[in-house]
C-alpha cells in the first residue's frame, strides 16, 4: 500500500476497509448457514393431523408466508452483501480494471475456511 | 377456442423469433461489438433461468397439488447455493475461467490430472442422468399441445409424431446455436440471449396466470389465502425427511446439472455478474413459484376432479375462456422447455465430443492431426452428431417410459443422477487430498446405487424384474432396491439419495486417502484449491482496440517491428476493415498465433495470445507444454556445450603435445649440437695430430710417441662420451635392466672410493663414518657404485681446495637413507645448481675433463632406482645427497 503525505490517515483507512472485509467474510459464511436454518425450521412444527378439518398443524398460508419471508429476507441480506462487497471487496472479484489487484496481497480474506 | 392450426402458427412465429434473436446477437458478438446489454448481469441472471425447466412451468403446480408447499424446496436448494457465491459459486467461475473449462467433465478430469477416464465417466453418467429429463420436457410440450387438441376436435391429432416434431426442431435449433463455431472458451452469445429472451417470456406467462387467478378469479390476496387453507392442501404437511433430501438435492442439481454449469461457469463473461445474480436470481425463483399454490388450489377447485394437476397453468385459463392467457402460458412452458433442451444438448454434446467422440477418433486417426481446421470440423460433426443422438435419446426413452410418471418424479430422479458428481466437485474444489481414484471409486458408487435403488424401479417395464424389486437382488432381502441393508420405511427418494450420496462420499473420501495421487494431479488440485491465490481476475477489456494494441506491442517484441507491423496491414487489409488495426477475430487470432509459434513455439505462442485475447490465464497443459519446448531447447544447447567443451580440450591438448614436441624438437637440437660439439673437439685433434704423423716425415720417436699418445687419449674421450651417451639414452628410454641384490652400504662405497681414487695423480682425503655405513640395502650394487664413483670423481676434479676432503655420511630418516658427499671447495655457484643434473652441463669448462654427461646419468641412475640425487646448497663445499629407500634395519 502506497502510504502518501496522508500517511496515518491512508494506514487508517487501509485498517478500516482491512477490518470491513473481514465482517463480510464472516457475513458471506453466516448467510447460507442462516439460510438453511430457517428453512429448516418448519419441520419442527407440529404434523398436521390426518383431517385438515381439526385444526392440528400449521395452515397453509401461515407456511407459504413464513418461507417466502423468510426467502425475501435471505434475498435482501444477499442484496446488501452485494452491495457491501462492491464497496469493500470489488477487487477481489475477477473482471474490475484492477482486476490484477491479486488477492495474495490481502491474505486475511482469501483464507480458506 | 384457438385451433391446432393458430397454435402451431404460433409456435414457429415464436421459434423463427428466437431464431432471429439468437442469429444477431451470434452476429454482433462474432463482430466484437456485442452490445453492453448482452454482457450485462441481468443476462447472465436470466440465463441462469434455464433451471426452471417445463417441469418447474407445469410441474410445480402439479406438485404443490399433491404434496402441498414441498415443491419449494426445488426452488430453495439452488437459491441457497446463490447465497454462498462468495465461497462457492465465485470459487467455480474463477477455475472455469482461469483454466479455460468447457464442461463439468472438463472440470472434473482437469482437477484430477487431465484424467480423460474421468471425463468420460462423468459424460456418460451426465447423458444417463440428463435424457430422462430431456424427455420430460418433450413430455410435457406434448401434454400442453394435448391440451389444445382436446379443445379443437375438428382436427386429428398424433402425439408420436408431435413428440418427433418437437424433438427434431430442438435439435435443429440447438445445432445451429450451439455448434455454429469453435470457440476457445465456448461461449454462445446467441443461445444465452434467447434462452435470457425465454427467461422473460416464462416469468411474464407465469406471473400473468398466477395475477389471473389471485386477483381474476379469488379475488384478492386476503380471499386466496383463505382458499388456499380450506383446501386439501391447507395445512403444513411435509416430509421432514423429503424436505431436507430435496432442499440438498436441488442444491446439488443446481451446481452438477451439465446445462446450469454451461451458463453459470463457461458462458459466464465476468465473474462480478455473480455478485448480481446472487440476489436476482433467488428474487426470479421467488416470483416463478409465489403463484405456484394459489393456481394450484384453484385448479383444484374449479377443475373436475382426475384432470392432471400438471397442467393446470393451462387447463386454468383455458376453462375460464382466457384464450390469449392460455397462450402465453403455453409460450411460457414451451420457452421452458425449449431453453432447457438446447442448452442441456449443448452441454451434452460438447462433453461428447470432447471426452468421448475425440479421444477415439484420435485414438484411430494413426497421422497426426496437424491441420487444424481437420480437426475443427470433426470436433464439429461430432457435436452435430451428439446433439442428434442426445435428441433421439430423449425421444425413444420417452417412448419407453409412455410418457406416464408425473413430471416431478422424473425430475427429481435426473437431479439425483448428477448430484452423484457433486462429492468430486467439491472435494475438487476445497480439498487438495481429492485424487482421480477416489472421484472415480465415488462416482462409480454413487452412480450405481442410483442406477439400482432409483432409475431402474422407476423405469419399470421389465427392466428391473419384479421378483429383484420384491425379495432383493439374488435374493438377499437386504439388497431390496427401495430398502438397501433392511432399512425400511424410508421414501424411496429419500432412501435412493441418502445410500448413493452418502455412499458416494464415503467412498471418494477413503480411496482418495489411501490412494497417491500423480504430479499433475497434485499440481492440479494446488491450482483450484488455491484458485484465488494462483489466478488474478481476468483483466477486463473494455474494447477490442485496446486489446489488439497489446497484441501488436507483443507481436512487434517477437517478431521484430516491421514484420509485426506489415503482418497486422496485411490482416487489417484482408478484413476490409477501415481503423488502424484488425479487428481480433478469430480467424486473426488464429493466424497470428501460427506466425508467432514460428518465433517462440506452438505452445508458448499460445498461451501468450491467450494471456491477451482470451483474458484467461495460462492453462497447465499450456505451462507442460512451453516447459518441453523449453526442455528441447535446453537439451539441444547443452548438447551444443558439450561438444564445444569437448573440442575445446581437444585443443588444449593438442597445443599441450604441440609444446610438447617443439620442446623436444628443440631439446634434440640442442643436444645434437652438443654431442657434435663434443664430438668435433676431439675429432679436430685426432686430425690434426693423425696429419702431423702422415705429412712430417722427420719427427722423433719420441714426439711420434707422444702424437699417438694425444690420438690415443682423445680417442678414450671420445669412447668414454659415446660410452655415455650409449648409457644415457639406455636410461632414458627405461631399457635398463637393474640387477637388484643386496648388500650392505659400506661394502659399496669401499668399493667406489677404491676405484676413485685408483691411478688418480690428485690427492683427495676421503674422510667415513664406518659405524654409520651399517645400512642394509638393496639395489643394484654396481649401478649405485657407479654413481658413488662419479660423485667422488667429481670432488676430485672440481675440489679447489688446497688439501682437498670429502667427508661421507650416511642417515635414514623417514624410510629413505640419505648418503651424503660433501668436499671442503668452494661448491657450486648458486646460479649453476639448477643446471648441473642437465646433459652436457659443465660448471667451469675449463677444468673439465669430461662431457658433461656424469651428474645426469647420475641422476638418471638413482630415479631407476627409487631414489634421487640433489645438490645441497649451504654445506660449505659441494655437497651432493643421495637417496635411496631403505631396504632394512641397520647391520648390526
Redesign the interface.
Known amino acids: 500500500m502506497a502510504l502518501g503525505s496522508g500517511e496515518e490517515q491512508a494506514g487508517t483507512r487501509t485498517e478500516r476497509q482491512t477490518y470491513r472485509r473481514r465482517r463480510l ?1 464472516d457475513i ?2 453466516l ?2 448457514v442462516l ?2 436454518l430457517l ?2 425450521l ?2 419442527l ?1 407440529p ?2 393431523s390426518a383431517h ?1 378439518a381439526a385444526r392440528g ?8 408466508i413464513y ?2 419471508a423468510v ?2 429476507g ?6 446488501v ?2 452491495l457491501a ?2 464497496r469493500w471487496a ?8 484492477d ?6 496481497q490481502d491474505p486475511d480474506g ?1 483464507e ?2 | 377456442m384457438a385451433s391446432l392450426n393458430v397454435l402451431a402458427f404460433v409456435c414457429l412465429a415464436y421459434v423463427a423469433f428466437l431464431f432471429f434473436i439468437a442469429f444477431w446477437a451470434d452476429r454482433m458478438a462474432s463482430r466484437g461489438r456485442s452490445a453492453a446489454w448482452m454482457r450485462s448481469p441481468l443476462i447472465y441472471t436470466l440465463s441462469l433461468s434455464i433451471y426452471c425447466t417445463a417441469w418447474t412451468f407445469y410441474g410445480a403446480v402439479g406438485y404443490a397439488a399433491r404434496s ?2 414441498e415443491f ?1 424446496t426445488i426452488y ?1 436448494g439452488p ?2 447455493v ?3 457465491w ?2 462457492g459459486l ?1 470459487k467455480l ?2 477455475i472455469g ?1 482461469s483454466q479455460r473449462i468447457t464442461s463439468i467433465a472438463d472440470l472434473l478430469s482437469s482437477r484430477y490430472g487431465k484424467s480423460n477416464l474421468l471425463a468420460a465417466g462423468v459424460t456418460i453418467l451426465a447423458v444417463i442422468g440428463v435424457t430422462p429429463y430431456i424427455s420430460l420436457q418433450l413430455q410435457s410440450v406434448t401434454l400442453s399441445f394435448a391440451i389444445f387438441a382436446e379443445a379443437d376436435p375438428l382436427r386429428g391429432y398424433n402425439e408420436t409424431s408431435i413428440v418427433f416434431w418437437v424433438a427434431a426442431g430442438l435439435a435443429v435449433f440447438a445445432i445451429l446455436f450451439g455448434t455454429r463455431n469453435l470457440n476457445a472458451n465456448e461461449r454462445h452469445h446467441g443461445v444465452v440471449t434467447a434462452v435470457a429472451l425465454e427467461a422473460i417470456v416464462k416469468l411474464a406467462a407465469l406471473l400473468a396466470v398466477g395475477i389471473f387467478v389471485v386477483w381474476g378469479i379469488a379475488g384478492g390476496v386476503g380471499e386466496t ?2 382458499r ?2 380450506a ?8 416430509d ?1 425427511s423429503r ?2 433430501t430435496i ?1 440438498f438435492l436441488a442444491a446439488a442439481a443446481f451446481i452438477c446439472l451439465p446445462r446450469m454449469f454451461q451458463v453459470m461457469v463457461v458462458e459466464n463473461e ?3 455478474h ?3 445474480a ?2 436476482a436470481f ?2 426470479y425463483l ?1 416470483l416463478i413459484s ?1 403463484f405456484v ?1 394459489p393456481i394450484a388450489v384453484v385448479g383444484l377447485d374449479l377443475l373436475p376432479a382426475g384432470s392432471n394437476p400438471d397442467m393446470f397453468v393451462l387447463t386454468v385459463p383455458l376453462q375460464q375462456g382466457q384464450q390469449g392467457l392460455a397462450m402465453l402460458s403455453f409460450l411460457g412452458g414451451f420457452s421452458s422447455a425449449t431453453s432447457m433442451v438446447i442448452v442441456a444438448a449443448m452441454a451434452l454434446s460438447t462433453m461428447v465430443s470432447n471426452h468421448i467422440v475425440m479421444p477415439v477418433w484420435l485414438r484411430l486417426q494413426n497421422r497426426q492431426a496437424s491441420v487444424s481446421g481437420d480437426v475443427r470440423d470433426v470436433v464439429l460433426l461430432s457435436r452435430r452428431v451428439s446433439i442428434a443422438a442426445i435428441m433421439a435419446l430423449g425421444y425413444f426413452y420417452y417412448h419407453l417410459s409412455g410418457g406416464a410418471a408425473a413430471l416431478a418424479a422424473i425430475g427429481l430422479i435426473s437431479f439425483a443422477g448428477v448430484a452423484q458428481l457433486l462429492p468430486a466437485l467439491v472435494g475438487g474444489l ?1 480439498w487438495r487430498g481429492a485424487t482421480r481414484s477416489g472421484a472415480l471409486a465415488g462416482l462409480t458408487v454413487g452412480f450405481g446405487i442410483w442406477l439400482y435403488t432409483m432409475l431402474l424401479p422407476a423405469l419399470g417395464g421389465g427392466l428391473l424384474p419384479e421378483h429383484i424389486l420384491r425379495y432383493g437382488l439374488f435374493g438377499l432381502s437386504w439388497l431390496r432396491p427401495e430398502a438397501l441393508f433392511g432399512i425400511e420405511g424410508l421414501d424411496p427418494t429419500v432412501h435412493a439419495v441418502m445410500w448413493s450420496m452418502s455412499l458416494n462420499a464415503l467412498v471418494f473420501c477413503l480411496v482418495s486417502l489411501m490412494s497417491f495421487p500423480s504430479p499433475l494431479e497434485r499440481l492440479q488440485g494446488a491450482q483450484f ?2 484458485v ?2 494462483h ?6 477489456w473494455t474494447g477490442s482496440v485496446a486489446q489488439c494494441e497489446d497484441l501488436m506491442i507483443m507481436s512487434q517484441r517477437i517478431l521484430g517491428a516491421t514484420e509485426a507491423q506489415a503482418f497486422f496491414q496485411r490482416e487489417r487489409m484482408r478484413q476490409g476493415g477501415r481503423g488502424p488495426l484488425p479487428e481480433p477475430t478469430p480467424v486473426f487470432l488464429e493466424r497470428l498465433e501460427r506466425e508467432l509459434s514460428a518465433s517462440i513455439g506452438a505452445a508458448a505462442a499460445h498461451a501468450m495470445i491467450g494471456q491477451i485475447a482470451g483474458g484467461s490465464s495460462v492453462s497447465v497443459a499450456d505451462l507442460l507444454a512451453v516447459a518441453d519446448e523449453t526442455a528441447q531447447m535446453l537439451e539441444y544447447s547443452s548438447r551444443l556445450e558439450a561438444q564445444s567443451a569437448e573440442l575445446s580440450a581437444t585443443a588444449r591438448k593438442l597445443r599441450e603435445t604441440n609444446e610438447k614436441l617443439t620442446q623436444l624438437s628443440e631439446q634434440k637440437d640442442a643436444f645434437l649440437s652438443q654431442v657434435s660439439h663434443e664430438l668435433r673437439t676431439p675429432m679436430t685433434s685426432i686430425r690434426a695430430f693423425s696429419e702431423i704423423l702422415r705429412d712430417a716425415g722427420q719427427l722423433d720417436t719420441q714426439e711420434q710417441r707422444r702424437y699417438a699418445g694425444i690420438i690415443h687419449d682423445e680417442t678414450l674421450r671420445l669412447t668414454r662420451l659415446l660410452n655415455d651417451l650409449l648409457d644415457l639414452s639406455v636410461l632414458e628410454s627405461g631399457q635398463v635392466s637393474l640387477n637388484i641384490t643386496a648388500g650392505t652400504l659400506s661394502e659399496v662405497l669401499d668399493h667406489a672410493v677404491a676405484a676413485a681414487l685408483a691411478g688418480s695423480e690428485q690427492p683427495l682425503t676421503v674422510r667415513r663414518s664406518p659405524e654409520a655405513e651399517g645400512f642394509r640395502i638393496s639395489s643394484d650394487l654396481d649401478r649405485l657404485a657407479q654413481v658413488f664413483i662419479n660423485l667422488i670423481a667429481n670432488a676430485q676434479k672440481y675440489c679447489d681446495a688446497e688439501q682437498p676432503e670429502l667427508t661421507v655420511s650416511a642417515s635414514a630418516s623417514g624410510g629413505r637413507l640419505h648418503i651424503d658427499f660433501t668436499d671442503n671447495g668452494s661448491g657450486v655457484p648458486a646460479d649453476s645448481q639448477q643446471m648441473i643434473f642437465e646433459k652436457f652441463a659443465r660448471v667451469s669448462p675449463e677444468r673439465a675433463g669430461g662431457a658433461g654427461l656424469g651428474l645426469a646419468i647420475c641422476r638418471e641412475v638413482m630415479q631407476r632406482l627409487g631414489g634421487d640425487v640433489s645438490y645441497l646448497p649451504g654445506r660449505g663445499g659441494g655437497a651432493f645427497r643421495v637417496s635411496l629407500p631403505a631396504a632394512g634395519e641397520k647391520a648390526a
Do not use: K, Y
Request: aromatic share 12%; glycine share 12%; charged share 15%.
Open positions: 467474510m458471506s459464511r448467510l447460507p439460510g438453511a428453512l429448516a418448519p419441520l412444527w404434523e398436521a385438515p398443524g400449521v395452515s397453509m398460508s401461515v407456511a407459504i418461507v417466502f426467502w425475501i435471505l434475498i435482501a441480506a444477499c442484496f452483501f452485494s462487497v462492491q470489488d477487487h477481489w472479484t475477477g473482471g474490475g480494471p482486476g490484477a489487484g491479486s488477492p495474495s482469501t480458506d475456511s | 402441498g408447499l419449494v430453495l437459491s441457497l446463490m447465497i454462498c462468495w465461497w465465485r467461475v474463477r475461467r389465502l383463505a388456499i387453507d383446501s386439501q392442501i391447507g395445512q403444513w404437511n411435509v421432514g424436505w431436507a432442499t465476468d465473474e462480478r455473480l455478485r448480481i446472487s440476489w433467488p428474487l421467488l409465489m399454490v476445497f484449491v488455491n484465488f491465490d489466478s488474478a481476475g481476468p483483466r477486463g
